[in-house]
């Protein structure tokens, strides 16, 4: 079983502390309720949110923000009239993108814009292995020797002072449009269209470098196309390219709030209907279409979440283990056939990526296991020379997500006996909350040859002789200034609003869609209901997954997901009453919808565990003497060969530590048994040496299978007979 899988099940049954966010006013939940006509729980959650009156709750829903004018981005007026002119003389154009998502889709957006408007353009993205993050001298020295008189680049440049400076020395303007945080000192191009600016007037700092380049679009269609008509501009950008805007929003994890909601919004409706041929050939690679499975089911529900975890991974995984240019043509082309093979590609090359990921994970938790100094370095610092440098960064999420620290991986060009000190190491970084990664890396450029991104993901480039001083210095910059460098885990798992099991229903979760879309800024409402009893506990995927089926008191029932986990490993069993901590979705399968939870955490119901510690003292106390057997609790034939077949099959399997409580799910399915008549039994076949049983800690036993072939003689068993005579009363 791997670490991962472990860390999974410790998530979804850890021993921290559950509780919900304060009530709110219930005199405004009562009026957010009765004037929006929405459930209770949907009233709560808007008034926890702020939208705590009529107005603020239907404004939020309608989705009826603004998208701000994009003159207020500094030098968008300057940007549009070198563009215009570009245009105009016919001169090169080329877009100089970034390789991740937000890049390419940057990149197809506004190739595709320019090409509409007549322009000379081309693009180029750097090669993640051979460049590394942002612009390279190299890059530009080429593109200029092209005849090329305009560099925009997107979604990269801010901090490409020295590149820029180079193209500028070769005749070739740039103009930067990104998102990413900005030095003191600016890059000496055309124009510099960045929202975080420090002399910004825009009022959205959050905007992803393709909301950037969005922005661009409409200032150009102003000016060229509407007569100033900003309206109108918007309206026909919005119309054409809103769909990839969406899509770079999300997959860059960008606050779904603001007019980032608004352009996520818009996109996702988009999506389900779009005429982009790439885009839908993306969506029936992923789910299966193009493999030839036939897809029953009503047509799928965008999310972000889908668009989170389905279409951007497969995106992605061009930029990191191939050609960035893969996803970009899928995205520019309208020939179906040419879309279906870029779609089956990049479905292709996303899962050569999961198996470089989960190669490169188990090495890099080997190293850390074997070589981290938990108690002096909060920074977790790894490098290695095999390492693919596009799937770096992923794993440094899952690295950060299990220590709870922040990590930066790096790769290194050269091995052997080829190694020296001027090797460059391309390095991506990962940070939690209160930490901003790309700040400290600035307090420690000394070392770096560059760097750059946001608060909690960032890359970098290190040379192999600088690497142990920059290791001390990032250790010693978070030591003394970020708590002491101890980083601790929240000991508290929140949600929203708690409700009743009963209150769990298909109308509250498409009641739900009001908060669409989530994500970072606008996350997904959080509920915790107590009290479910766990009628039926299965494996799907061949048992990488759970699914629980949960009974409510009502007698109604709903299916709960926990992903990443097996059934064996979860330790919540058929019959059990347990507790949830959760999202609340829409399943559609062959036509029908139900409300499906997805988990995020499990604990057993208070009344589960005294009904267990009254089960385990009963059974003490049977045991002892001092307390008789109920005769329905005293086993009979068929209850030893039923629990024998049990037990001879898990062991078989390589099974041989059982929770008590897990055989007493595996019977259930054929001779349900209670938890006195198993232990009994238990002891029975154990005396009578049928079996061998060890317990390890309480409830939980080792067993072994003596493979008795001959018939057991129960009445040889002097605890059996004794258990049956103190529960007749007899005297013994």
């Given amino acids: 079983m791997t670490e991962d899988i472990l860390s999974v099940a410790r998530k979804y049954l850890s021993n921290k502390k559950w509780e919900t966010l304060p009530k709110p006013d219930p005199v405004s939940v009562n009026i957010i309720k009765s004037e929006l006509g929405v459930q209770s729980a949907t009233a709560e959650l808007l008034c926890l949110r702020g939208y705590?009156?009529?107005?603020?709750?239907?404004?939020?829903?309608?989705?009826?923000?603004?998208?701000?004018?994009?003159?207020?981005?500094?030098?968008?007026?300057?940007?549009?009239?070198?563009?215009?002119?570009?245009?105009?003389?016919?001169?090169?154009?080329?877009?100089?993108?970034?390789?991740?998502?937000?890049?390419?889709?940057?990149?197809?957006?506004?190739?595709?814009?320019?090409?509409?408007?007549?322009?000379?353009?081309?693009?180029?993205?750097?090669?993640?292995?051979?460049?590394?993050?942002?612009?390279?001298?190299?890059?530009?020295?080429?593109?200029?020797?092209?005849?090329?008189?305009?560099?925009?680049?997107?979604?990269?440049?801010?901090?490409?002072?020295?590149?820029?400076?180079?193209?500028?020395?070769?005749?070739?303007?740039?103009?930067?449009?990104?998102?990413?945080?900005?030095?003191?000192?600016?890059?000496?191009?055309?124009?510099?269209?960045?929202?975080?600016?420090?002399?910004?007037k825009y009022p959205f700092c959050d905007l992803a470098g393709v909301g950037v380049v969005f922005k661009l679009m409409c200032a150009l269609e102003a000016k060229l196309r509407t007569g100033g008509d900003m309206i109108a501009a918007t309206t026909n950008i919005k119309n054409e390219y809103i769909e990839l805007a969406a899509i770079g929003t999300i997959a860059d994890v960008m606050p779904l709030c603001d007019e980032n909601r608004l352009i996520v919004g818009l996109g996702l409706a988009r999506i389900e209907n779009s005429r982009r041929v790439g885009l839908r050939a993306l969506i029936e690679a992923s789910d299966g279409a193009s493999n030839g499975i036939r897809r029953t089911e009503r047509k799928r529900k965008i999310t972000s979440s889908y668009v989170s975890y389905t279409l951007a991974p497969r995106i992605n995984a061009a930029g990191r283990i191939g050609d960035a240019a893969v996803a970009v043509e899928l995205f520019l082309t309208d020939d179906v056939r040419r879309a279906g093979e870029l779609a089956r590609r990049l479905c292709e090359i996303n899962r050569e990526r999961q198996l470089l990921e989960n190669e490169i994970a188990k090495e890099a938790y080997v190293k850390i296991e074997s070589s981290h100094d938990f108690d002096n370095d909060p920074v977790i610092v790894l490098d290695d020379e095999n390492w693919n440098a596009g799937i770096i960064g992923i794993v440094a999420s899952r690295v950060t997500e299990k220590y709870g620290r922040p990590s930066i991986l790096i790769t290194f060009e050269g091995s052997g006996?080829?190694?020296?000190?001027?090797?460059?190491?391309?390095?991506?970084?990962?940070?939690?909350?209160?930490?901003?990664?790309?700040?400290?890396?600035?307090?420690?450029?000394?070392?770096?040859?560059?760097?750059?991104?946001?608060?909690?993901?960032?890359?970098?480039?290190?040379?192999?002789?600088?690497?142990?001083?920059?290791?001390?210095?990032?250790?010693?910059?978070?030591?003394?200034?970020?708590?002491?460098?101890?980083?601790?885990?929240?000991?508290?798992?929140?949600?929203?609003?708690?409700?009743?099991?009963?209150?769990?229903?298909l109308s509250l979760a498409d009641e739900l869609s009001l908060f669409e879309p989530c994500g970072v800024g606008n996350s997904p409402p959080v509920f915790m209901t107590c009290g479910f009893l766990a009628s039926a506990v299965s494996g799907i995927s061949g048992d990488r997954h759970t699914r629980l089926t949960l009974t409510t008191p009502g007698g109604s029932s709903v299916t709960a997901m926990c992903f990443g986990c097996p059934p064996d490993l979860l330790g919540i069993y058929g019959g059990e009453i347990v507790d949830v901590m959760y999202t609340l979705d829409v399943n559609v399968f062959r036509g029908e919808a139900s409300a499906q939870l997805t988990v995020r955490a499990l604990r057993k119901n208070e009344k589960q565990i005294l009904r267990e510690e009254e089960e385990r003292c009963l059974y003490e106390k049977i045991l002892e003497g001092t307390e008789p057997a109920d005769v329905n609790d005293i086993p009979v034939r068929e209850?030893?060969?039923?629990?024998?077949?049990?037990?001879?099959?898990?062991?078989?399997?390589?099974?041989?530590?059982?929770?008590?409580?897990?055989?007493?799910?595996?019977?259930?399915?054929?001779?349900?048994?209670?938890?006195?008549?198993?232990?009994?039994?238990l002891d029975v076949l154990a005396e009578l040496k049928v079996i061998n049983k060890r317990e390890i800690e309480p409830d939980v036993v080792k067993l072994e299978d003596n493979a008795l072939m001959t018939k057991v003689i129960l009445e040889k068993s002097t605890f059996l007979q004794r258990v049956k005579v103190r529960s007749s009363g007899e005297r013994i």
């Fill in 417 to 505: 006996s080829e190694k020296n000190d001027n090797d460059e190491g391309k390095g991506s970084g990962r940070s939690v909350a209160g930490l901003n990664l790309v700040e400290v890396l600035g307090r420690c450029s000394e070392y770096l040859v560059k760097y750059g991104g946001h608060e909690l993901a960032a890359g970098l480039t290190v040379t192999r002789s600088m690497l142990p001083a920059f290791r001390r210095a990032i250790n010693d910059i978070v030591r003394c200034e970020f708590n002491g460098g101890k980083i601790e885990v929240d000991p508290v798992l929140t949600a929203d609003i708690e409700i009743e099991p009963d209150e769990c229903t």
């Fill in 639 to 681: 209850d030893f060969s039923a629990v024998y077949r049990i037990i001879r099959h898990e062991v078989s399997m390589g099974r041989s530590i059982m929770p008590i409580r897990r055989l007493k799910a595996l019977l259930s399915q054929t001779r349900p048994v209670g938890y006195i008549k198993l232990r009994l039994t």
């Fill in 52 to 200: 705590n009156t009529p107005k603020l709750a239907r404004t939020f829903i309608s989705r009826s923000e603004v998208l701000h004018d994009p003159r207020l981005l500094p030098d968008m007026d300057a940007a549009i009239e070198r563009i215009a002119t570009a245009i105009d003389k016919g001169e090169k154009i080329v877009i100089y993108g970034d390789y991740d998502v937000d890049g390419v889709t940057s990149v197809s957006i506004l190739y595709l814009y320019l090409q509409k408007l007549g322009a000379n353009v081309s693009y180029y993205i750097p090669c993640r292995s051979r460049e590394g993050y942002g612009m390279s001298t190299d890059a530009v020295q080429s593109i200029a020797a092209d005849g090329v008189k305009l560099i925009v680049t997107v979604d990269t440049g801010i901090t490409a002072i020295e590149e820029i400076e180079a193209a500028r020395q070769l005749g070739c303007d740039v103009i930067v449009t990104d998102h990413h945080e900005c030095r003191e000192v600016l890059p000496e191009a055309i124009a510099v269209i960045n929202p975080r600016r420090a002399d910004s």
